[in-house]
């Protein structure tokens, strides 16, 4: 128990120290200081402006117009709709074919 008392209060006052700079290849520790602040530059969005089209688009799916929610959005949700349908569809055949060869005894020659 004294031994593990020892080592880490060793080690404590070991990590409590203060540690000069290292250079580790050509980088000092204050070229790592620099980086908080090219970040914050790199992230703001000072130049334009995003406009909330969030209202206009709970008004087109919330009109009563007698279409289904996952077409409303017009040409294109209907061809993604379709195309989903044509690819669940064929999927579903070409698995069930599958199926019925693995279930049918192999031919003999």
Known sequence: MNHLLVTTTVLFLLLSTSLPPVSVSGFSSGSFQK????????????????????????KLFQEDNGLPVHIKGGTSDVLLYRA????????????????????????KA
């Open 84 to 107: 989903t349908m044509t690819l669940t569809i064929a999927g579903t055949c070409y698995s069930l074919y599958w199926l019925l060869m693995a279930s049918l005894p192999p031919k």
């Open 35 to 58: 980086v908080p602040s090219l970040a914050v530059r790199a992230f703001s969005s000072s130049t334009r402006q995003l406009k909330n089209k969030v209202p206009e688009a709970q």
